[in-house]
């Protein structure tokens, strides 16, 4: 059985960075495919970045800021998020998908497309 949690969501100002942590069972995450989602009140839930064996996607939102990595040792997936600003506010969750499937293709996967997710952890951007 997969099973994420989540950790690391806090306040930080606009500028500063956070460490998003998913301490992941029940699969490997040199094999299966990992994401990172946001969501905000009102709006759907986000794909930003996503990592598998063979690539790693990012949304455009976060190109250049966020780094999406994983540790096999450690059984986790990270998202390193720098230069935060105020629209990064949002929940943010890890997802897997259970199967091997070894690419994160050409676009972000929507949501549908995993089926393994978090509780969610809260992100606030603000001064």
């Known amino acids: 059985q997969v099973r994420l949690v989540e950790s690391g969501g806090g306040l930080v100002q606009p500028g500063g960075s956070l460490k998003l942590s998913c301490a992941v069972s029940?699969?490997?995450?040199?094999?299966?495919?990992a994401a990172w989602f946001r969501q905000v009140p009102g709006k759907e839930r986000e794909a930003i970045a996503c990592?598998?064996?063979?690539?790693?996607l990012y949304g455009d939102p976060v190109k250049g800021r966020f780094t999406i990595s994983r540790d096999a040792a450690q059984k986790r997936v990270f998202l390193q998020m720098d230069n935060l600003k105020p629209d990064d506010t949002a929940v943010y969750y890890c997802?897997?998908?259970?199967?091997?499937?070894?690419?994160?293709?050409?676009?972000?996967?929507?949501?549908?497309?995993?089926?393994?997710w978090g509780q969610g952890t809260q992100v606030t951007v603000t001064s």
């Open positions: 997802a897997a998908t259970s199967t091997i499937i070894a690419h994160c293709g050409d676009y972000l996967p929507p949501a549908g497309a995993f089926d393994s």
């Open positions: 029940g699969f490997n995450v040199n094999l299966h495919r």
């Open positions: 990592l598998s064996a063979m690539d790693r």
